[in-house]
């Protein structure tokens, strides 16, 4: 694993597609700082298709199409994709979604609130359609890394899917991720076949791990460290700095590559 500002020239000169996840990726303590929010624009005005690819909710995602300066937007860790066509809201669906897991999920939900104390629904679930996420980060009581771990444990026992972020465990049934709609994506939407030689992905935690792996123009931000010793497949590179300004400072560097070979 390089640091990001040895990321070679010759590779950002093909790039047209970043994507990126949310939560401590392009924020910083919940928040979207100023610095992250204005390298969105930059990218957006230097030509590229930018592309948030987030555990977040599709009432997120609805509001990230519409207001922020990105081409499309990957939710629910992989459930589905929202894109503006002349002006119009598109939605894909992931083909293995199933669309009819809530008792299931109920199930599932009541078993992480009665067995790991602390843990609690994320607010962020009214706005959810096709998944869970059981809160240990977001919000008090931080519960740490190993109950996510235990969380995650006891959600795969109902024959779940179950990812950690940085903040939840999200859960959901179908074998579906982020990895699999983003190819999708380009499938459908894009008509693109040259992924990884036009893409660069930045993550922050396991449940990128998918993402690391497949993209080999792949870059994490500094906070990745605690778990780089759990993932099977690492980030290509690493931004010096965490969070915001990691996401930040990288995607100068990026602009400032492709105006150098300009």
Same mark, same amino acid.
């Given at each position: 694993?390089?640091?990001?500002?040895?990321?070679?020239?010759?590779?950002?000169?093909?790039?047209?597609?970043?994507?990126?996840?949310?939560?401590?990726?392009?924020?910083?303590?919940?928040?979207?700082?100023?610095?992250? +929010?204005?390298?969105?624009? $930059? @990218?957006?005005? #230097?030509?590229?298709?930018?592309? &948030?690819?987030? /555990?977040?909710?599709?009432?997120?995602?609805?509001?990230?199409?519409?207001?922020?300066?990105?081409?499309?937007?990957?939710?629910?860790?992989?459930?589905?994709?929202?894109?503006?066509?002349?002006?119009?809201?598109?939605?894909?669906?992931?083909?293995?979604?199933?669309?009819?897991?809530?008792?299931?999920?109920?199930?599932?939900?009541?078993?992480?609130?009665?067995?790991?104390?602390?843990?609690?629904?994320?607010?962020?679930? +009214?706005?959810?359609?096709? $998944? @869970?996420?059981? #809160?240990?980060?977001?919000?008090? &009581?931080?519960? /740490?890394?190993?109950?996510?771990?235990?969380?995650?444990?006891?959600?795969?026992?109902?024959?779940?899917?179950?990812?950690?972020?940085?903040?939840?465990?999200?859960?959901?049934?179908?074998?579906?991720?982020?990895?699999?709609?983003?190819?999708?994506?380009?499938?459908?939407?894009?008509?693109?076949?040259?992924?990884?030689?036009?893409?660069?992905?930045?993550?922050?935690?396991?449940?990128?791990?998918?993402?690391?792996?497949? +993209?080999?123009?792949?870059?994490?931000?500094?906070?990745?460290?605690?778990?780089?010793?759990?993932?099977?497949?690492?980030?290509?590179?690493?931004?010096?700095?965490?969070?915001?300004?990691?996401?930040?400072?990288?995607?100068?560097?990026?602009?400032?590559?492709?105006?150098?070979?300009?």
């Amino acid at each position: 694993m390089k640091l990001f500002k040895e990321f070679p020239k010759d590779k950002a000169r093909k790039l047209e597609y970043i994507l990126h996840d949310i939560d401590d990726t392009i924020t910083e303590n919940g928040k979207l700082l100023p610095n992250a +929010f204005q390298a969105l624009w $930059d @990218l957006h005005r #230097d030509g590229f298709k930018v592309i &948030p690819v987030t /555990g977040r909710p599709a009432g997120w995602c609805d509001l990230i199409i519409r207001q922020w300066p990105v081409d499309a937007v990957i939710g629910e860790n992989g459930a589905f994709c929202f894109y503006l066509r002349n002006g119009r809201l598109q939605k894909l669906v992931h083909s293995h979604v199933c669309e009819n897991a809530k008792e299931q999920l109920k199930q599932i939900q009541d078993a992480c609130l009665r067995e790991v104390q602390g843990c609690r629904v994320s607010k962020d679930q +009214f706005s959810r359609m096709y $998944d @869970l996420a059981i #809160d240990f980060n977001e919000e008090e &009581p931080r519960l /740490g890394f190993e109950t996510a771990y235990r969380i995650q444990s006891l959600c795969e026992s109902f024959g779940a899917e179950a990812k950690v972020s940085s903040i939840h465990v999200n859960v959901w049934f179908g074998k579906y991720d982020k990895l699999s709609m983003a190819q999708i994506m380009f499938e459908q939407i894009y008509e693109e076949k040259r992924i990884k030689e036009k893409s660069l992905f930045f993550g922050d935690s396991p449940n990128d791990e998918p993402m690391f792996g497949f +993209f080999p123009n792949s870059c994490a931000v500094a906070n990745i460290k605690p778990f780089l010793d759990k993932l099977n497949h690492k980030p290509a590179y690493m931004a010096e700095k965490e969070s915001a300004c990691g996401f930040s400072e990288s995607a100068g560097r990026l602009l400032s590559l492709r105006r150098a070979s300009a």
